[in-house]
């Protein structure tokens, strides 16, 4: 009998559910049930119906004072780099009535020219990190690296997410990396890229963006820009709905950067719109909504001044 007893429980105890990862568990408070559809469908409403009281003079302006002028070319050079920022200290002479950019943005080993040159106050110095943009190094190597650009004067990291791993399911990597690289950052941001062009639908931005956020994302990124399909106003839209789901959720206010692939100052309305209708007035600050691009500042500045200027 007594042995009955014991089989009987053993038997029991073998039919429990599988206990959920913590991944599977953060997730599980959000929704997660979107297609691909609905998403098109919201955005192709919030262009046709939002976007044209946002092209204002003001907005613009606001949105010059949002970019990450950026080079991360395979051809940048200490000289070019050194010019790239003498730029951005003579705009503050020749517009001292128009926001400066938000951040220079460049790689790690362009850090300590940039913190040199740089003498206006309020721009951040980002560097990409973490083997970007693959983000196929070794854990060790990324924390490295970013300590290493850390000290050389960068005040904001944007690393890869390993997308490879991401797709694979293997969420434990993702998120492990994610922190470690949070770890190494200590106060400084960390705006971590999904590279949503390669994971394809709504669902899985959505997903890799709580990923991201839960780890210790201060912002989520859509793109590095070295691979098509970058930013779309889709991408933009879902990881938009996530950052609001989480604020809701645990009260932590998370920014949103699109970057690669913004063409025309309507990419970037269509963007910032975007952020105001899911998002509201409280991302509407160049600290919450950053845009990372080369192209958009002489552009938005054309418009701003009323003709064209190619001054970065």
Same mark, same amino acid.
């Given at each position: 009998?007594?042995?009955?007893?014991?089989?009987?429980?053993?038997?029991?105890?073998?039919?429990?559910?599988?206990?959920?990862?913590?991944?599977?568990?953060?997730?599980?408070?959000?929704?997660?049930?979107?297609?691909?559809?609905?998403?098109?469908?919201?955005?192709?409403?919030?262009?046709?119906?939002?976007?044209?009281?946002?092209?204002?003079?003001?907005?613009?302006?606001?949105?010059?004072?949002?970019?990450?002028?950026?080079?991360?070319?395979?051809?940048?050079?200490?000289?070019?780099?050194?010019?790239?920022?003498?730029?951005?200290?003579?705009?503050?002479?020749?517009?001292?009535?128009?926001?400066?950019?938000?951040?220079?943005?460049?790689?790690?080993?362009?850090?300590?020219?940039?913190?040199?040159?740089?003498?206006?106050?309020?721009?951040?110095?980002?560097?990409?990190? $973490?083997?970007?943009?693959?983000?196929? #190094? %070794? @854990?060790?190597?990324?924390? *490295?690296?970013?300590? &290493?650009?850390? +000290?050389?004067?960068?005040?904001?990291?944007?690393?890869?997410?390993?997308?490879?791993?991401?797709?694979?399911?293997?969420?434990?990597?993702?998120?492990?990396?994610?922190?470690?690289?949070?770890?190494?950052?200590?106060?400084?941001?960390?705006?971590?890229?999904?590279?949503?062009?390669?994971?394809?639908?709504?669902?899985?931005?959505?997903?890799?963006?709580?990923?991201?956020?839960?780890?210790?994302?201060?912002?989520?990124?859509?793109?590095?820009?070295?691979?098509?399909?970058?930013?779309?106003?889709?991408?933009?839209?879902?990881?938009?709905?996530?950052?609001?789901?989480?604020?809701?959720?645990?009260?932590?206010?998370?920014?949103?950067?699109?970057?690669? $692939?913004?063409?025309?100052?309507?990419? #970037? %309305? @269509?963007?910032?719109?975007? *952020?105001?209708?899911? &998002?509201?007035? +409280?991302?509407?600050?160049?600290?919450?909504?950053?845009?990372?691009?080369?192209?958009?500042?002489?552009?938005?500045?054309?418009?701003?001044?009323?003709?064209?200027?190619?001054?970065?």
């Amino acid at each position: 009998m007594a042995e009955h007893n014991h089989e009987h429980e053993h038997h029991h105890h073998h039919v429990e559910m599988p206990k959920k990862s913590k991944y599977e568990e953060a997730l599980a408070k959000y929704n997660l049930d979107i297609t691909d559809e609905e998403v098109k469908a919201a955005v192709k409403k919030i262009i046709a119906e939002k976007v044209h009281e946002n092209d204002t003079p003001e907005v613009k302006r606001f949105l010059m004072g949002s970019v990450e002028l950026t080079t991360l070319k395979t051809t940048d050079s200490d000289e070019s780099v050194l010019a790239f920022t003498e730029r951005v200290n003579q705009f503050e002479n020749e517009y001292p009535n128009l926001p400066h950019v938000a951040t220079i943005c460049v790689y790690p080993r362009f850090a300590k020219i940039v913190s040199e040159t740089l003498e206006v106050e309020g721009v951040e110095i980002a560097c990409v990190s $973490g083997s970007f943009p693959s983000s196929q #190094a %070794l @854990i060790e190597v990324k924390t *490295v690296e970013t300590a &290493l650009a850390l +000290k050389d004067g960068a005040t904001e990291i944007d690393m890869v997410q390993s997308v490879g791993a991401f797709l694979s399911g293997d969420y434990e990597t993702v998120c492990d990396e994610i922190q470690q690289m949070k770890e190494t950052c200590g106060d400084h941001k960390l705006k971590v890229i999904l590279e949503t062009g390669c994971l394809k639908t709504a669902a899985n931005i959505k997903t890799a963006s709580i990923l991201a956020m839960y780890s210790g994302a201060d912002y989520i990124k859509t793109s590095t820009g070295k691979l098509e399909p970058a930013a779309t106003p889709e991408a933009a839209y879902v990881m938009c709905q996530a950052i609001k789901e989480y604020y809701d959720e645990t009260g932590i206010q998370i920014g949103f950067k699109p970057a690669g $692939g913004l063409n025309s100052v309507m990419d #970037a %309305l @269509i963007y910032y719109t975007i *952020v105001k209708e899911v &998002l509201g007035e +409280k991302w509407l600050t160049n600290q919450w909504f950053r845009m990372g691009t080369s192209r958009l500042a002489n552009m938005l500045l054309s418009e701003v001044v009323g003709e064209e200027v190619k001054f970065f």
